[in-house]
């Protein structure tokens, strides 16, 4: 099973959330591969603890201008599908 990216996380007793993100395979994996981190920062959960884990794809960020956008836009199509698309994102800009 590939490992992925999780994001584990709880609340101590004061109100404070901490956070962890690991690789595991697993959700069990990594809880015990966060609890290991807390642990090592002088924060383990308490065995009552509720951990919240969430497993992440990978994530990409683009950041695109606007001019770019319509830049884009009114430049040549490649195929008859990105002109479909084309037309369709332009007919919502002008919505």
């Known amino acids: 099973m590939p490992t992925r990216a999780c994001l584990v ?3 101590d007793p004061q109100g404070f959330r901490h956070s962890v993100e690991v690789q595991a395979a697993s ?3 990594a809880v015990v591969l966060a609890t290991r ?8 959960p308490a065995l009552v603890s509720r951990l919240e884990g969430e497993v992440k794809s990978p994530n990409v960020t683009h950041i695109v ?3 770019k956008l319509h830049q884009w836009l009114d430049g040549t199509c ?10 369709r994102l332009k007919e919502l800009l002008a919505e």
């Open 78 to 87: 490649k195929s008859p599908t990105e002109k479909i698309t084309k037309k």
């Open 27 to 29: 959700l069990f994996e």
């Open 9 to 11: 996380s709880f609340t």
């Open 37 to 44: 981190a807390f642990r090592e920062h002088r924060c383990a």
């Open 65 to 67: 201008s606007l001019q």
